[in-house]
């Protein structure tokens, strides 16, 4: 089926550890986001991409970094984890005339990566 | 104050109840208003969207905008059990700027 997958689904990381997550549209779709989603502060942009070897920071992008050498694959890294970064990230990708664009062609989101960093 | 703020819930109904979730907000600027559904472990998905004041609706769901109260709601007829999920409202400024989200409610339709 076409759309937004990410992968790994759960995933538990010592503090200090390292990890990427993948996260891979079928779309053909410019723009990529990555979210994360923690329980009372709602849905909060880390980095986005606006095309293939783009990328900008969001609201929350500290301790984070991406990379989006191909157009259809969007990473997220955590260089040295914190119990901070414990949280459900969400991807998500869109085709539209401009970034933010949602309104007229939907953003489309993967199903989440679960992450505990103990 | 928080830009959107929404209730937490969990809201919990009888089917085939009329639901009604609502969001405030602080920043009058905003004109986009979208709602979306997410269920259990998923993503979220898009449910409705309107631009300034106004209502929209789709099939069972109806979306309002108040601009004057800075208020948005949206209501769900002959609610399902299947509509059971987390309802986020969201919002931007402009076309190109960053969407806001709320925290969500949680919505429980009991059969």
């Known amino acids: 089926n076409a759309g937004v997958t990410q992968t790994p689904k759960f995933r538990v990381l010592k503090t200090g550890q390292s990890m990427t997550l993948l996260c891979a549209q079928d779309m053909n779709h410019e723009y990529m986001y990555w979210y994360r989603q923690d329980p009372g502060m709602g849905l909060r942009l880390i980095h986005y991409?606006?095309?293939?070897?783009?990328?900008a920071k969001g609201e929350v992008p500290d301790g984070y970094n991406v990379s989006r050498l191909k157009k259809q694959n969007f990473l997220l890294g955590l260089e040295s984890a914190a119990p901070s970064q414990t949280s459900v990230y969400f991807c998500?990708?869109?085709?539209?005339?401009?970034?933010?664009?949602?309104?007229?062609?939907?953003?489309?989101f993967g199903q989440g990566t679960r992450l505990t960093v103990v | 104050q928080k830009e959107v703020e929404q209730d937490p819930g969990p809201l919990s109904v009888p089917e085939g109840a009329i639901v009604s979730l609502n969001c405030t907000y602080s920043n009058s600027a905003f004109q986009y208003f979208m709602w979306y559904r997410q269920y259990s472990r998923k993503g979220p998905e898009l449910l409705m969207y309107?631009?300034?004041?106004g209502n929209k609706e789709d099939g069972r769901f109806t979306a309002q905008v108040d601009k004057s109260s800075k208020y948005i709601s949206l209501f769900i007829r002959d609610s399902q059990p299947s509509d059971s999920a987390t309802y986020l409202c969201?919002?931007?400024?402009?076309?190109?700027?960053?969407?806001?989200f709320g925290k969500g409610t949680r919505l429980h339709i009991l059969p």
């Open positions: 309107t631009y300034s004041s």
């Open positions: 991409s606006v095309g293939e070897g783009t990328t």
């Open positions: 998500a990708s869109s085709q539209g005339d401009s970034l933010f664009s949602w309104r007229d062609t939907e953003a489309f």
């Open positions: 969201a919002m931007s400024l402009n076309r190109d700027d960053k969407i806001i």
